[in-house]
């Protein structure tokens, strides 16, 4: 393919929440943020690791402990590494090993996406992964960004059978992509579902959803979390140079997500 805590019951996942029509997805990177996100009123979870990275496979341990705490849908990434969406052939061993064990461990959906080197969706790979991933619903995330035409991408992900599309509109943020996720809706005429994505916020949730037609948006609604620790060393970085101080966290704070919740279900 060339390059290509206490203890409590596991709970299943109850069916996703709309709010007057619209649902929030919450990507989370924790169990404290997966927790937040159902208690503020999500309709579904993408579970993540490194959201600094812009989302990577979680451990099958997160996923564990995160179904035994939310009766959502937990949609979970498979994606082997940051950078691009242009994977060789063992890191599509990886991939395909991970789908198998998400599956097997409650994964309610699952999110990937594949490109190819002059930015096609690379249909082969992606038709490959879906067949690993049935029965379960899959997401096709940002690597839609990426793409050369995206009204060609759109119309190969309706063909090869993806649920929905993960976008910023192939700009920033979802607010600066919002005239193209408009013609993504005209274009998909209810053949996929477009879910924009990427700096969405209190402050422009509204306009995106009013502006878009959309049914769905993702975000991440998260805080910065002090840590705990009361003796520091501030000589040491445990990442790179440019990486997030290791005192401070970024959770789903539940506040930011009632309040998005609360900004969807009063839209008409």
């Known amino acids: 393919m060339g390059t290509r805590s206490p203890r409590v019951l596991q709970l299943a996942a109850a069916p996703a929440r709309m709010s007057e029509g619209f649902l929030m997805e919450v990507c989370v990177d924790s169990v404290e943020?997966?927790?937040?996100?159902?208690?503020?009123?999500?309709?579904?979870?993408?579970?993540c690791s490194s959201l600094l990275e812009g989302g990577i496979t979680p451990s099958v341990g997160l996923l564990q402990v995160v179904k035994q705490y939310v009766r959502i849908p937990v949609y979970v990434m498979i994606r082997p590494r940051g950078g691009d969406f242009l994977y060789t052939d063992r890191e599509v061993e990886?991939?395909?090993?991970?789908?198998?064990?998400?599956?097997a461990h409650g994964a309610d959906g699952l999110v990937l996406g594949a490109l190819t080197?002059?930015?096609r969706v690379d249909a082969e790979l992606c038709m490959e992964l879906l067949a690993a991933c049935r029965?379960?619903?899959?997401?096709?995330?940002?690597?839609?960004?990426m793409v050369h035409d995206p009204a060609v991408a759109l119309e190969m992900l309706i063909s090869l059978?993806?649920?929905?599309?993960?976008?910023?509109?192939?700009d920033s943020s979802a607010l600066e992509g919002l005239p193209l996720?408009?013609?993504?809706?005209?274009?998909?005429?209810?053949?996929?579902?477009i879910m924009p994505g990427g700096g969405i916020s209190e402050r422009n949730l509204q306009r995106i959803l009013e502006g878009s037609s959309v049914q769905e948006f993702h975000c991440s609604a998260r805080s910065t979390k002090d840590s705990a620790m009361k003796f520091r060393n501030s000589s040491v970085n445990m990442g790179a140079s440019l990486s997030a101080s290791e005192y401070s966290q970024k959770v789903a704070d539940v506040t930011k997500v009632r309040t998005?919740?609360?900004?969807?279900k009063n839209i008409v």
């Open 33 to 47: 943020s997966a927790i937040a996100a159902d208690r503020g009123g999500a309709g579904r979870i993408e579970l």
């Open 94 to 103: 990886v991939m395909r090993k991970d789908i198998e064990l998400m599956k």
């Open 117 to 119: 080197e002059d930015g």
């Open 135 to 145: 029965p379960l619903p899959v997401t096709f995330h940002r690597a839609f960004d």
């Open 161 to 170: 059978g993806f649920e929905r599309v993960l976008t910023s509109g192939l």
């Open 181 to 193: 996720i408009k013609r993504l809706v005209e274009q998909a005429k209810g053949r996929i579902v």
């Open 260 to 264: 998005l919740n609360a900004i969807a």
